[in-house]
């Protein structure tokens, strides 16, 4: 898996679950959670309990495997949302903090994307771009307003989708997305001008043989390096000419 970054560290995850397995997430938020935004509040708590469940067997074993893994991800999402509704001081009739999230769980050439709010999501194969995530937000106010999102409620509302990756094929997760029809030259237009600050994560697929085949006991360390990963808006756009622009 190749990476590249730009905007908020803090703002992007991406986190080796297993030898076969990456979770990737942007966010971006409103309102604070204990004097931290939301969306870093909200990146941070999945990592840590991300950390607290891989000491289990049974969820080493479960993430591992697609379907399982997807399932597992879920549970331990719903844990975080909760966790974070109750620090705000949100209520029924007034929302003071909510963050909107697109993330993908890579497994064994398998993605599942969770999507709230209006990141977003793209895969580019061949030079087409697909769209893998939709928009939860009505936008006829000059502030959008969420129709779904995380923190909001204590009750966990996502969509989840799933798409099959060919080698070389490149997931795009932005802190906002495409206005109207995306395609390769739209998707670069929208990377470009956007604001430096904002979060792009760039994933390249690669299947790696000698990584699938480790032993358990070889992968017990499972937050793992990524074999490459480069920041900056001049690596992201390069970066993504590159691998999708001129196939």
């Known amino acids: 898996m190749t990476l590249?970054?730009?905007?908020?560290?803090?703002?992007?995850?991406?986190?080796?679950?297993?030898?076969?397995?990456?979770?990737?997430?942007?966010?971006?938020?409103?309102?604070?959670?204990?004097?931290?935004?939301?969306?870093?509040?909200?990146?941070?708590?999945?990592?840590?309990?991300?950390?607290?469940?891989?000491?289990?067997?049974?969820?080493?074993?479960?993430i591992d495997r697609p379907q399982a893994a997807a399932t597992a991800m879920l549970a331990a999402l719903t844990r975080v949302n909760s966790d974070l509704h109750?620090?705000?001081?949100?209520?029924?009739?007034?929302?003071?903090?909510?963050?909107?999230?697109?993330?993908?769980?890579?497994?064994?050439?398998?993605?599942?994307?969770?999507?709230?709010?209006?990141?977003?999501?793209?895969?580019a194969r061949n030079g087409e771009i697909a769209a893998l995530s939709g928009d939860d937000a009505f936008d006829e106010t000059r502030f959008p307003l969420l129709t779904r999102a995380l923190g909001a409620d204590a009750t966990l509302d996502v969509t989840v989708s799933s798409a099959v990756l060919d080698e070389g094929d490149v997931i795009i997760l932005a802190g906002r997305r495409v206005r109207g029809e995306v395609d390769r030259l739209a998707l670069?237009?929208?990377?470009?001008?956007?604001?430096?600050?904002?979060?792009?994560?760039?994933?390249?697929?690669?299947?790696d043989d000698a990584t699938a085949d480790r032993t358990e006991q070889e992968s017990e360390n499972r937050f793992l390096t990524p074999a490459c990963v480069v920041t900056g808006i001049a690596a992201v756009v390069s970066l993504l000419i590159a691998l999708v622009y001129v196939h």
């Open 188 to 207: 670069l237009t929208h990377l470009e001008a956007t604001n430096p600050g904002e979060q792009v994560l760039i994933a390249r697929f690669e299947r």
């Open 4 to 62: 590249a970054i730009r905007g908020d560290q803090a703002s992007c995850l991406s986190l080796q679950l297993g030898p076969r397995t990456w979770f990737l997430a942007v966010a971006r938020g409103f309102g604070f959670v204990e004097g931290v935004a939301t969306e870093c509040a909200l990146l941070a708590r999945l990592r840590a309990e991300c950390e607290r469940r891989l000491r289990s067997a049974r969820f080493r074993r479960a």
């Open 86 to 123: 109750a620090r705000t001081a949100s209520h029924d009739d007034y929302v003071t903090a909510a963050c909107s999230l697109t993330a993908a769980l890579v497994v064994q050439g398998r993605a599942y994307v969770i999507h709230a709010g209006t990141t977003a999501a793209y895969l």
